[in-house]
């Protein structure tokens, strides 16, 4: 009963630290796409960007502190010989392979929404350009412009699609460790 327990207290703090570094990744994503940052300069945002890396490095620390426990609770099951507990310690080794697959998927995610975020600034700014050229000069020469937003356009697409694709990895890694974490819930064996 105590393995159990602390399996789901180890991963309920996992699941904290994952909130702790989406927020933060929000609030630097915000910042980079918010007009008035980008009108007031880069102070705002590179002092998120600074707590971003903090709040990264923190659940880094974090992830190997809470993965080292799970270790420990794997191995005391695997010295009992108890069929129950080694069963239970096999569960923590398929919960930590996924968990070591989660963060690895939510990193590759946020680069990839960061890359999403940037492309629509790109298009954005170039489109504003774009504009600005026409309202000025009162002439349509900016074909080479319309192109390059086309471009941008087709990019953002494809950002969108990967982005979108990459999100179902990430939550059919979740039903995984939730599964586990089911199992490990309503744990029939003597623990």
């Known amino acids: 009963m105590a393995a159990r327990l602390e399996i789901l207290l180890v991963q309920e703090q996992r699941a904290q630290a994952f909130d702790d570094m989406e927020q933060a990744f929000k609030a630097l994503l915000s910042s980079q796409i918010a007009p008035e940052s980008l009108q007031q300069g880069q102070g705002d945002h590179s002092k998120l960007e600074a707590e971003f890396i903090a709040v990264c490095n923190m659940v880094t620390t974090k992830f190997k502190a809470l993965s080292a426990q799970m270790i420990s609770i794997e191995e005391r099951l695997k010295l009992t010989e108890n069929s129950d507990d080694i069963k239970l310690a096999n569960m ?12 690895r998927l939510v990193i590759a995610l946020q680069v990839e929404r960061k890359r999403l975020e940037m492309l629509r600034q790109t298009a954005d700014k170039t489109g504003k350009c774009h504009q600005k050229h026409n309202d000025e000069h009162g002439c349509e020469c900016g074909a080479k412009l319309e192109e390059e937003i086309e471009d941008l356009k087709e990019l953002i697409s494809i950002q969108e699609d990967k982005v979108k694709w990459m999100k179902q990895q990430n939550a059919d890694n979740e039903s995984k460790i939730n599964e586990y974490l089911d199992e490990v819930r309503y744990w029939e064996g003597e623990c």
Not at 92 to 97: K, L, V, Y
Request: charged share 50%; proline share 0%; hydrophobic share 25%.
């Open 92 to 103: 923590i080794r398929n919960i930590q392979d996924e968990e070591r697959e989660h963060i």
